[in-house]
């Protein structure tokens, strides 16, 4: 067989079957690993995104709130039942409050 480059450390090396594509099972370990990272890793693009969209979500929220004071509407009530978030802002039909 003839001889290939390994893509990893770039060291020539004669493969043992026609498959094989590292030099050794250090190199293929290690661009696995790095493969794997990228692929589960998020970018900086993607992590500014979602910073800025959280952020973005978080003011409305707080604008939302601050109107409602304003307003003199009641307080928001937040209850998990389950597991699920509820927010409740009055009274309601058969309340008292």
């Known amino acids: 067989m003839s001889t290939r480059t390994c893509p990893e450390c770039g060291a020539e090396f004669a493969p043992y079957s026609g498959q ?3 030099c050794s099972t250090t ?3 290690r661009r696995n690993d ?7 890793g998020l970018s ?9 969209a959280r952020e973005a979500r978080a003011a409305r929220i707080a604008a939302r709130d601050a109107a409602y ?4 509407a009641p307080r928001t009530r937040v209850e998990v039942v ?6 409740r802002r009055g009274a309601g ?5």
């Not at 900086?44 to 800025?52: G, K, L, N, Q, Y």
């Not at 004071?69 to 003199?72: F, I, L, M």
């Not at 389950?82 to 927010?87: A, L, M, P, Q």
């Open 44 to 52: 900086d693009a993607e992590r500014r995104a979602r910073r800025e």
């Open 82 to 87: 389950g597991g699920v978030r509820i927010e």
């Open 27 to 29: 190199c293929r370990k």
């Open 93 to 97: 039909f058969g309340s008292l409050h």
């Open 20 to 22: 094989q594509k590292y």
């Open 34 to 40: 790095r493969d794997r990272h990228c692929r589960i």
């Open 69 to 72: 004071a304003r307003a003199a």
